[in-house]
């Protein structure tokens, strides 16, 4: 189970914001890891978070037991991690929060088997955004049992 995930933003802030609209959440400043951070809260079951550093964060261990140090990096506009999140919009309000903002956004298929639609925050971060219907997919699909057999079925 995940209860939060942290990406890197231009604007921490609007992105933030931005993500709690699509859950119908709240975003609210998050400073205690980097200046000018902000969290958006699902206000879901799990009180899921996505935390959101300013772009060329990087987390570092800190000695003992103290908590993880946040250093400026070189920044990077793509990168390899992202989320699917669920959200109770239908496809066109998530469509129209993307072209609000100015971010692609398109459906897909994930190997024929569910629905996402990929919206790309500042045009460089990959969100996967799941209506209710495209979870029920998910949720039927992404079984470790069926990913087994897609594997044998591969080989």
């Known amino acids: 189970m995940l209860f939060h995930v942290s990406i890197e933003a231009d604007d921490p802030r609007r992105v933030a914001e931005v993500v709690a609209e699509i859950w119908r959440g709240e975003a609210l ?38 908590d993880a140090i946040a250093l400026a990096s070189a920044p990077h506009r793509n990168n390899a991690t992202h989320a699917a999140i669920a959200t109770d919009l239908d496809i066109e309000a998530v469509y129209k929060i993307a072209l609000r903002e100015g971010w692609p956004v398109k459906y897909c298929r994930r190997g024929g088997q569910f629905g996402v639609i990929e919206l790309w925050i500042e045009g460089c971060q990959m969100i996967e955004v799941l209506t209710p219907e495209m979870q029920r997919e998910y949720l039927d699909t992404m079984t470790a049992s069926n990913w087994r057999y897609l594997l044998a079925d591969a080989a």
Do not use: C, K, M, Q
């Open 29 to 66: 400043p998050f400073p205690p890891v980097a200046d000018g951070s902000w969290v958006a809260f699902a206000n879901d079951d799990r009180n899921t978070i996505l935390e959101v550093y300013p772009r060329g964060t990087a987390l570092h261990e800190a000695p003992g037991d103290a």
